[in-house]
């Protein structure tokens, strides 16, 4: 399965990278922002899409709703710092599957991406 | 001062004695701080104060992940000489030398040992998250100081107005903290409710 992540951090794409392989996911591509990431998809073969929100250029909520335009399937989590309430119903109400508050734990992730592959 | 520094600074009885460059042991130099990294902005005065700062806590984030990074390349090398290691015990316990009862039991120490190498690892690797934390903490000063720059550009009725590119700012990165999962309950809450209210 390929594995979009969608980060501006360098650093937190590594980890994300990290805690994927520990689970059986070694299939990544990424992008440094919304626009790079809608680049990436664009390729074909993405499978499941993991962004952040706040990233220059285009943000992860833009991002997805744009993602969401094109395909309402794919399943997408947001692993970001906004632990507002609103921010994470406005992420929701975009289209994103699930929602992992930074900084997680690798459980927290696994966890999350399996309950969207089911 | 560095430990040279401090070094002969104590062999001297007190009298500060700065050791010459070619003096210091040949380990790796650590990287210049941030301020270091750009001596011109410290020998000339800067026209533009806010913008100064703008650029010193633009240059602190960017080398913190830089640094970061190079942590991160330690620590998958370390990762991949405890799998190495590894492999190689793993072969050393087909031997017929190894099969000894007490030789085994050594043997899946080593191992259990470098198990727990790599579990600290990966707890080390999860913690740089912290970067991006602070990161985007200094992001958003950045942006409260270019608001404060443009509004004082604005009731002077001069000045240049700050036009760097201003990434999205996390509005509430304030209050967010460094432990892991300090916010899973509340979000879950949050989108828990929120698919309970769409299927209603």
Same mark, same amino acid.
């Given at each position: 399965?390929?594995?979009?992540?969608?980060?501006?951090?360098?650093?937190?794409?590594?980890?994300?990278?990290?805690?994927?392989?520990?689970?059986?996911?070694?299939?990544?591509?990424?992008?440094?922002?919304?626009?790079?990431?809608?680049?990436?998809?664009?390729?074909?073969?993405?499978?499941?899409?993991?962004?952040?929100?706040?990233?220059?250029?285009?943000?992860?909520?833009?991002?997805?709703?744009?993602?969401?335009?094109?395909?309402?399937?794919?399943?997408?989590?947001?692993?970001?710092?906004?632990?507002?309430?609103?921010?994470?119903?406005?992420?929701?109400?975009?289209?994103?599957?699930?929602?992992?508050?930074?900084?997680?734990?690798?459980?927290?992730?696994?966890?999350?991406?399996?309950?969207?592959?089911? | 001062?560095?430990?040279? =520094?401090?070094?002969?600074?104590?062999?001297?009885?007190?009298?500060? @004695?700065?050791?010459?460059?070619?003096?210091?042991?040949?380990?790796?130099?650590?990287?210049?701080? &941030?301020?270091?990294?750009?001596?011109? @902005?410290?020998?000339?005065? #800067?026209? /533009?104060?806010?913008? +100064?700062?703008?650029?010193?806590? /633009?240059?602190?984030?960017?080398?913190? %992940?830089?640094?970061?990074?190079?942590?991160?390349?330690?620590?998958?090398? $370390?990762?991949?000489?405890?799998?190495?290691?590894? =492999?190689? $015990?793993?072969?050393?316990?087909? #031997?017929? @030398? @190894?099969?000894?009862?007490?030789?085994?039991?050594?043997? +899946?120490?080593?191992?259990?040992?470098?198990?727990?190498?790599?579990?600290?690892?990966? %707890?080390?690797?999860?913690?740089?998250?912290?970067?991006?934390?602070?990161?985007?903490?200094?992001?958003?000063?950045? +942006?409260?100081?270019?608001?404060? +720059?443009?509004?004082?550009?604005?009731?002077?009725?001069?000045?240049?107005?700050?036009?760097? %590119?201003? &990434?999205? $700012?996390? #509005?509430?990165?304030?209050?967010?903290?460094?432990?892991?999962? %300090?916010?899973?309950? #509340?979000?879950?809450?949050?989108?828990?409710?929120?698919?309970?209210?769409?299927?209603?």
């Amino acid at each position: 399965m390929k594995i979009l992540i969608v980060d501006d951090s360098s650093t937190m794409r590594r980890i994300i990278i990290n805690t994927l392989s520990r689970i059986g996911y070694t299939d990544v591509v990424e992008g440094e922002n919304g626009k790079s990431g809608l680049e990436k998809l664009g390729q074909g073969g993405v499978e499941m899409i993991i962004t952040d929100w706040n990233m220059p250029e285009m943000d992860g909520l833009e991002f997805v709703k744009t993602v969401r335009g094109q395909n309402a399937a794919i399943p997408i989590l947001m692993v970001t710092t906004n632990a507002a309430k609103e921010d994470i119903v406005e992420a929701l109400q975009a289209g994103v599957n699930n929602y992992v508050v930074k900084p997680f734990t690798p459980e927290t992730l696994k966890e999350k991406i399996e309950s969207l592959l089911g | 001062m560095d430990q040279s =520094e401090i070094d002969a600074l104590l062999a001297g009885g007190g009298k500060s @004695a700065k050791k010459p460059k070619a003096d210091k042991a040949p380990a790796p130099a650590p990287a210049p701080p &941030p301020a270091a990294a750009k001596p011109a @902005a410290h020998e000339e005065p #800067h026209k /533009d104060g806010a913008g +100064h700062v703008i650029s010193e806590l /633009d240059t602190v984030t960017s080398v913190t %992940e830089r640094e970061s990074n190079k942590i991160m390349d330690q620590l998958d090398q $370390i990762s991949r000489l405890v799998s190495r290691q590894q =492999e190689l $015990i793993t072969g050393m316990m087909q #031997h017929d @030398a @190894a099969q000894a009862p007490g030789v085994q039991s050594a043997i +899946h120490e080593v191992m259990s040992a470098g198990k727990e190498i790599q579990d600290k690892v990966f %707890e080390a690797m999860d913690l740089m998250q912290f970067q991006d934390i602070t990161r985007q903490k200094l992001e958003r000063i950045v +942006h409260h100081l270019r608001q404060i +720059h443009d509004y004082i550009v604005d009731l002077l009725g001069s000045g240049l107005k700050s036009d760097a %590119e201003r &990434p999205s $700012i996390s #509005h509430t990165i304030a209050q967010t903290g460094t432990t892991p999962d %300090e916010n899973k309950a #509340h979000a879950d809450a949050v989108i828990e409710a929120f698919k309970t209210q769409k299927k209603g």
